[in-house]
Structures are given as C-alpha cells and as structure tokens.
Nanobody, 124 residues
Framework: QVQLVESGGGLVQAGGSLRLSCAVS????????MGWFRQAPGKEREFVAA????????AYADSVKGRFSISRDNARNTVYLQMNSLKAEDTGVYYC?????????????????WGQGTQVTVSS
C-alpha cells in the first residue's frame, strides 16, 4: 500500500519561508515522478512544482518560479518543497503526489497517488 505523508506546513508571515516534506512508502520511490499541488479555499487544486525520478529535472508554475524549489532525496524516500518569499496568495492546503508513468505533468488526474495535505497559511 502506497502512502504519502506531508509535513512542515504552518502559519508564516508574508516574506517568510517554509519547507514542506513528503515521505513516501510502499513503492520504489526512485520510479516515481513527484509533484506538489495546492488548493486554496473555494478554488481548484493547482500545480505548483514537479521533479523527475533522478531529481535532475524540475518544473514550476509561473506563480512560484524563482521563489519555490523542489528537491528529492531518493535514499530517504522524501520530496521537499522549499518556499521562500511567501505571499498571502500562497495560502492553501499543499499536497504531494506521485506519478507512476511520467514526470512534470501538471494535471491532477495524471497523478496516481496523493498525500492527505498540509495547511500553509501566509499572513499579510
């Protein structure tokens, strides 16, 4: 059984930083394309960032490019999202997701497995 467990969310002031983690179990992690998505209240879940199996390639939504950084540690079965210069509009529930067949895709239905989400709140 595959499990994805996010952690690291919280309340932060605008301009601050947070680092999210997502620990994966039940699957060979290095065969997973990984992504981060977020969902603000009343809005659809949207793509934030993705990383390839080896970690050598990444992709970002325009809204976070230059502020967020995705990385992975295949030895620890964990993917990270470093979020800097946070804005109020970054507020939402952040989800990690696993893609069993590709990487870098931006649609929620491309991903096979999901975590339960972690809340990020940025106060202005």
């Amino acid at each position: 059984q595959v499990q994805l467990v996010e952690s690291g969310g919280g309340l932060v002031q605008a301009g601050g930083s947070l680092r999210l983690s997502c620990a994966v179990s039940g699957r060979t992690f290095s065969t997973y394309g990984m992504g981060w998505f977020r969902q603000a209240p009343g809005k659809e879940r949207e793509f934030v960032a993705a990383i390839s199996w080896s970690g050598g390639s990444t992709a970002y939504a325009d809204s976070v490019k230059g502020r967020f950084s995705i990385s992975r540690d295949n030895a620890r079965n964990t993917v990270y999202l470093q979020m800097n210069s946070l804005k109020a509009e970054d507020t939402g529930v952040y989800y990690c997701a696993g893609d069993r067949t590709s990487w870098g895709r931006r649609r929620t239905y491309d991903y096979n497995d999901w975590g339960q989400g972690t809340q990020v709140t940025v106060s202005s």
